[in-house]
């Protein structure tokens, strides 16, 4: 049985029990956390989590509260998922009481990006996997292309620069980018900063930003700030007066309405999701009997799956059953 609501429930049966994956509240008798971006963490974590140190220390430093973890459990294979530090995809084994094999990605890329590798794909029976970008629309430069535009962007502006993305993954890129393209001075928000501390700590990856202060800017800096900032009133206040450029980057920079959204002078498609052909080839790589497809373009991408020959769904929500798809 495998079923999604909070989070994605895998009942492995035996010593192994229940298996909850990236829930906030919903508790099984093996708890994993595929990374430490708030929409897939506990809000009030449970006695013990399955999940790297990295992801552990990171859900500390964002929260504050400290997360008894381990790494390793029988059955239980956590693969690096190369989405942000410490982001962990598992592969269980024994599912059901039989050697049959389930994979879950959690969010994952397999694009080798600053101090991160992308994830190698293994084989497995079931596929559970993210699909934000799982539509044909979605097909993003090579990874070298995209940073050398980013990069000559970053050399060729004078102004002071405005660079928004999430607090853990885009954030630390985009510092890893400006300091490749300049010397000059990076500024970061403190939630960016606590980020970065946490990382350093756990990782020894190192990152010179220092702490935003808006009335003590000498314009030549350049800014790295979460993206849920980005149409804020006291950034659009501080873009006005230093005569700033704002920067976006997503993956859903492919799409012009994401300029228009947020604001942004220029956007670039940077992410750390698998585009769509990269989503085929991690399925192709892994090549399970079933997959089950969740988040973003689920029902698109299981459509594309089917359509090469695979048994492939969305696992939507309230779903209890493996046979309970529409």
């Not at 029976?125 to 970053?154: C, H, K, N």
């Not at 993305?165 to 928000?189: H, M």
């Not at 969740?294 to 459509?303: C, I, K, N, Q, R």
């Amino acid at each position: 049985m495998i079923r999604r609501k909070d989070g994605i429930h895998v009942d492995v049966g035996g010593a192994t029990g229940t298996v909850v994956a990236d829930a906030r509240s919903a508790v099984g008798d093996v708890n994993i956390v595929s990374h430490a971006h708030a929409d897939h963490t506990f809000r009030r974590t449970p006695d013990a989590v399955c999940c790297s140190a990295t992801t552990a220390a990171l859900v500390e430093a964002r929260t504050g509260t400290a997360v008894e973890f381990t790494d390793s459990l029988p059955g239980i294979e956590l693969l690096p998922a190369g989405h942000v530090a410490g982001s962990r995809a598992a592969l269980i084994e024994g599912v059901g009481g039989h050697d049959r094999s389930v994979l879950y990605t959690g969010d994952f890329s397999t694009r080798d990006r600053a101090y991160l590798s992308g994830f190698d794909p293994v084989p497995a029976d079931v596929l559970v996997m993210e699909t934000t970008y799982g539509d044909p629309a979605y097909r993003f430069p090579a990874q070298s292309d995209l940073e050398a535009e980013i990069r000559d962007w970053l050399a060729d502006n004078d102004d002071p620069l405005f660079l928004f993305g999430y607090s853990l993954g885009r954030a630390q890129k985009l510092q890893k980018l400006a300091r490749e393209a300049t010397n000059r001075p990076i500024v970061a928000s403190d939630s960016v900063l606590t980020v970065n501390d946490a990382i350093e700590a756990a990782t020894g990856v190192a990152f010179d930003a220092e702490p935003l202060r808006t009335d003590d800017l000498d314009g030549d800096e350049i800014i790295v700030l979460p993206a849920n900032q980005a149409r804020s009133d006291w950034v659009a206040d501080l873009v006005e007066r230093v005569g700033g450029l704002k920067a976006g980057f997503s993956g859903w920079a492919v799409d012009d309405s994401f300029l228009y959204r947020g604001g942004y002078d220029v956007t670039f498609p940077l992410t750390d999701h698998c585009d769509f052909d990269e989503l085929l080839t991690v399925v192709e790589a892994v090549d399970p009997e079933t997959v089950y497809t969740h988040h973003g373009f689920d029902e698109t991408f299981a459509a594309h799956l089917q359509k090469r020959g695979y048994d492939a769904r969305p696992l939507l929500a309230g779903q209890r059953t493996l046979s309970e798809f529409a």
